[in-house]
């Protein structure tokens, strides 16, 4: 049974952290380089950067499965948008509908915010996630590349989704 749970502490901070380090280092090293997949973990995943993000707004969440971390979710509201910044499982847990649980977790997160879209942005060279957005009912609607720093760009697509309330 999939739950996904708010995280409001270190301790949660610190299991999004474990995730985010072994999802990104399987699955984003043959995409971006292992310079910049460890420049990325360092900048925006971490404890005091989780912290700092919610301080900013964003909420995460601990997708859990038959009571094991397997995944979450960050997202922020923005006007009258929902931003899903992270969503994330973990490559052994990928197959059995809990990223769908997650996303409907989403939507009706945005129904809940008053929220007529969901917004995402996704790597340019990441197609299997662009196709699965796709196929969720999400559109490219235009590129989007921002400097992150020591030398390092995130070359996106951003996507959007209407929610219907």
């Known amino acids: 049974m999939t739950e996904i749970n708010i995280a409001n502490s270190d301790s949660d901070y610190s299991i999004i952290k474990k995730l985010a380090n072994t999802i990104w280092r399987e699955y984003y ?56 910044s992270k969503i994330y499982v973990l490559k052994d847990y990928r197959g059995r509908k809990i990223g769908k649980t997650a996303m409907q977790f989403i939507y009706d997160k945005a129904k809940s915010m ?39 760009v995130m070359d996106d697509y951003k996507m959007e989704k209407r929610i219907e309330n």
Request: charged share 20%; with cysteine.
């Open 29 to 84: 090293i043959p995409i971006l380089g292992l310079m910049q997949v460890e420049y990325m973990l360092n900048k925006y995943h971490t404890v005091s950067t989780i912290t700092n993000r919610v301080e900013q707004g964003y909420k995460y969440f601990v997708i859990t499965y038959e009571q094991t971390p397997v995944g979450f979710i960050s997202i922020k509201k923005e006007k009258d948008s929902l931003f899903l």
């Open 114 to 152: 008053n929220c007529n879209k969901v917004v995402l942005t996704v790597n340019k060279h990441n197609s299997s996630s662009i196709n699965a957005y796709e196929k969720l009912g999400f559109n490219n609607i235009g590129e989007i590349v921002i400097d992150i720093g020591n030398g390092f």
